[in-house]
């Protein structure tokens, strides 16, 4: 069996992927998104370092496509009881906020295995 290769994007919790898809949509560059509190933080408790090379592929990734679709919609149609929930969801541990997001990635990939019948 062939090992995956994995770059150190994918070594983060998943609401750090999050916002580094933001980050990218946001036509952030590499040494803002290197300077991102969230992001800078959880590279220095992982002991973990951020290379163009990481961006790359994680730009080129299938989950960094279904967390932009997401991050998209989400951007484009925020009612007032969705930005209630958001500002929830920030208030959260890292831990909830990643089983959250974990959570939306899989019902994602759910409904796109349903769509492809």
């Known amino acids: 069996m062939e090992r995956r290769r994995r770059n150190n994007i994918s070594r983060l919790p998943a609401s750090v992927r999050e916002r580094f898809c933001e980050l990218i949509i946001d036509g952030v560059g590499y040494d803002g998104i290197k300077e991102d509190p969230a992001i800078k933080k959880e590279c220095i408790t992982r002991k973990i370092r ?9 730009k080129n990734s299938e989950e960094y496509e279904e967390i932009k679709r997401y991050v998209l919609s989400r951007k484009r149609s925020l009612t007032m009881n969705e930005v209630l929930l958001l500002d929830n969801y920030r208030k959260l541990n890292p831990n909830e ?16 295995a349903v769509k492809a019948g």
Do not use: C, M, T, W
């Not at 290379?51 to 592929?57: E, G, K, T, W």
């Not at 990643?98 to 959570?103: G, K, L, S, T």
């Open 50 to 58: 951020i290379h163009n090379s990481s961006i790359l592929a994680f």
């Open 97 to 112: 906020q990643n089983a959250i997001v974990e959570d939306v990635i899989a019902r994602a990939r759910v409904k796109k």
